[in-house]
Each structure stands twice: as C-alpha cells, then as structure tokens.
C-alpha cells in the first residue's frame, strides 16, 4: 500500500508564494507519476501539475509561469513551488501518484489566498 503526505500549506496574500511538498511511502514502484491536483469549494477536482519518474511534466494552463513541480525520486517526493499566488488558486491541494492506471490519494492540505 501506498501513504501520501502533503505539508506546506497555509493562508497567502495574492502575489505571494508557497511551497507544498508530499512525501509516498510503502511499496512504489517506477515508473510513475507524481502530481498535484486541487479542489475548490463547489467545483470539480482539477490537474494542477504532473511530473513522472523519467522527467516529463504537464501543467495547467491557469498555472503555466508561476507553478514549478519537481520530485526527488530517490525519497519519493514531490513538491510544487506556487509563486504569483492568485485568490482564485484557493482550493484544497491533493497529492497523487499513477501507476499503471492506478492512483493514490494524499489526504490533502488548504492553500488560502487572500485579497
């Protein structure tokens, strides 16, 4: 079984940063994808950004130039470096992993930008 845990969240003014990380333990194996996805009251759960095991990364366009994801596979950890924080980026901030179809779910921390 897989654990994610997420830390690093808070309360921001807008124009300000943030740095989420999330750490997998039990058994991971490669290769995988590492990613964040939030979820805003009263809306659908949403791709923030990926990053995979080999490298490759997706964003969303809404955080294109100001989130950077990047991951220490040797800890299996992922982070996403928010920076040029806008209001609307308020959700709840979800870590992932995707192997083979599968996915593992962290238990989510709140990401607050105020105005």
């Known amino acids: 079984q897989v654990q994610l845990v997420e830390s690093g969240g808070g309360l921001v003014q807008a124009g300000g940063s943030l740095r989420l990380s999330c750490a997998a333990s039990g058994i991971i194996f490669s290769p995988n994808t590492m990613g964040w996805y939030r979820q805003a009251p009263g809306k659908q759960r949403e791709l923030v950004a990926t990053?995979?095991?080999?490298?490759?990364?997706t964003y969303a366009d809404s955080v294109k130039g100001r989130f950077t994801i990047s991951r220490d596979n040797a800890k299996n950890t992922v982070y996403l470096q928010m920076n040029s924080l806008k209001p609307e980026d308020t959700a709840v901030y979800y870590c992932?992993?995707?192997?083979?179809?599968?996915?593992?779910w962290g238990q989510g921390t709140q990401v607050t930008v105020s105005s």
């Open positions: 992932n992993l995707e192997r083979r179809g599968r996915n593992y």
């Open positions: 990053r995979s095991s080999g490298g490759s990364t």
